[in-house]
């Protein structure tokens, strides 16, 4: 198929995410807003400024989709309004605890743009370091197995050549003797 074409299964693919239920991205916005809340905002992101901006948020990376309809995005409504209150509460939180401007986005020579939050970093960098220990420890493991795993294929090895000199010491005596042969 051409390069250059888009394949039934591409778009097939890219549609399939464009589909979200208004829940579906309600839910996202909460799930990335709670993490962040947690483990700090990552290097190259924006809280968004207000809910109208939270509606309209769109960012591939994180798979959140902008909400079209700004009546189902309030914190009154009777469905979707209690989300609408945690992503609001959720903004103030990450804006109080991370200090970043809610007027405009931070520019490159700004010295908010400078700030550094520590604990953010330091909790990112725990996280890391726990990760490899983890995935080192089980790198380790395997490696024990699989050594485990070659001095048994080694030691069966060593059995099978034995029994086969065995076997041929046996046919030899077997073949010695008169009237006996083998079959």
Same mark, same amino acid.
């Given at each position: 198929?051409?390069?250059?074409? @888009?394949? /039934? ?7 399939? &995410? ?5 829940e ?5 916005? #909460?799930? /990335? ?5 947690? %483990?700090?905002?990552p ?14 948020? %769109?960012?591939?990376?994180? &798979?959140?989709?902008?909400?079209g &309809? ?11 309004? @209690? ?5 609001? *509460? ?10 970043? @401007? ?26 890391? /370091? &726990? ?7 089980l ?8 050594? *485990? ?6 030691m ?23 009237? #006996?042969?083998? /079959?």
């Amino acid at each position: 198929m051409n390069d250059s074409h @888009p394949s /039934v299964i591409d778009l097939v693919a890219g549609g399939a &995410s464009k589909r979200q239920t208004i829940e579906q991205r309600l839910e996202r916005r #909460l799930e /990335v807003l709670r993490g962040w809340h947690r %483990e700090g905002i990552p290097a190259g992101k924006t809280i968004p400024k207000d809910l109208k901006a939270a509606r309209t948020w %769109e960012d591939a990376d994180l &798979s959140i989709l902008p909400i079209g &309809s700004p009546n189902e995005f309030t914190s009154t409504h009777p469905v979707h309004g @209690p989300r609408v209150k945690d992503i609001a *509460a959720l903004l103030t939180a990450l804006k109080k605890r991370f200090g970043r @401007p809610t007027t405009k986005p931070m520019t490159q020579g700004s010295e908010a743009a400078t700030k550094f939050d520590r604990r953010a970093f330091d909790r990112q960098v725990e996280a890391m /370091v &726990s990760q490899w220990h983890t995935e080192r420890d089980l790198r380790l493991q395997e490696k024990r197995r699989a050594d *485990a795993a070659e001095a048994r294929s080694i030691m069966l090895l060593e059995e099978n050549a034995q029994k086969d000199e065995l076997i041929a010491d046996l046919r030899r005596q077997l073949t010695s003797h008169k009237g #006996l042969r083998v /079959v």
